[in-house]
């Protein structure tokens, strides 16, 4: 019988705790729930790119370079997808990216392609060029990239893996 007088209101309190189950994800909640990247989150992932990018080449890891120019481009798709237009900017990121960034971009990557060192830091640099003329253009001028001056990541080689 002692059992019972405890047992009873335990069980009663316990299931006035719980909480109720959420309700399932319907694709008019998951849409609203979606999460956009800001644009300073993406264009600073594209300034690490950036840097990674001429570390690579300059290292002659043309296969992380490749990588690093596949990830650029995948970011500056992602400006023009969650960004194209932005707060008083007197020209679209989805008009500035593809006119002003897409050309250096694949000059970058044919020098790369062929292993070109030469070739590969005069496109980077017109690269660079293009990054800081679109900034300028979506006056963001404030903010210019250059050819990194020290490697920030101390604890990734980027030389070539032996063979």
Same mark, same amino acid.
């Given at each position: #019988?002692?059992?019972?007088? /405890?047992?009873?209101p335990?069980? $009663?309190?316990?299931?006035?705790?719980?909480?109720?189950?959420?309700?399932?994800?319907?694709?008019?909640n998951?849409? @609203? &729930? %979606? +999460?956009?990247?800001?644009?300073? &989150?993406? #264009?600073?992932?594209?300034? #690490?790119?950036h840097?990674?990018?001429?570390?690579?080449?300059?290292?002659g890891?043309?296969?992380?370079?490749? +990588? &690093?120019?596949? *990830? $650029?481009? *995948?970011? /500056?798709?992602?400006?023009?997808? /969650?960004?194209?237009?932005? *707060?008083?900017?007197?020209?679209?990121?989805?008009?500035?990216?593809?006119?002003?960034?897409?050309?250096?971009?694949? *000059?970058?990557?044919?020098?790369?392609?062929?292993?070109?060192?030469?070739?590969?830091?005069?496109? +980077?640099?017109? $690269?660079?060029?293009?990054?800081?003329?679109?900034?300028?253009?979506?006056?963001? %001028? /404030?903010?210019?990239?250059?050819?990194?001056?020290?490697?920030?990541?101390?604890?990734?080689?980027?030389?070539? @893996?032996?063979?």
């Amino acid at each position: #019988m002692r059992f019972f007088t /405890f047992a009873i209101p335990l069980a $009663l309190l316990s299931s006035g705790c719980r909480q109720p189950s959420p309700a399932p994800a319907t694709p008019s909640n998951a849409a @609203a &729930e %979606a +999460y956009a990247p800001g644009l300073g &989150e993406i #264009m600073t992932l594209q300034q #690490m790119r950036h840097t990674k990018l001429w570390l690579a080449g300059e290292a002659g890891n043309w296969d992380l370079a490749a +990588y &690093e120019i596949k *990830e $650029l481009g *995948e970011g /500056f798709d992602d400006v023009v997808r /969650f960004h194209p237009t932005h *707060e008083e900017s007197p020209v679209a990121p989805k008009d500035a990216i593809p006119r002003m960034v897409t050309v250096p971009l694949m *000059e970058v990557g044919a020098a790369v392609d062929k292993k070109d060192t030469k070739g590969f830091e005069q496109a +980077y640099d017109k $690269l660079t060029s293009a990054c800081n003329d679109c900034h300028r253009a979506t006056n963001f %001028a /404030f903010n210019r990239v250059q050819r990194p001056a020290m490697n920030p990541y101390p604890n990734q080689v980027f030389s070539p @893996a032996p063979e």
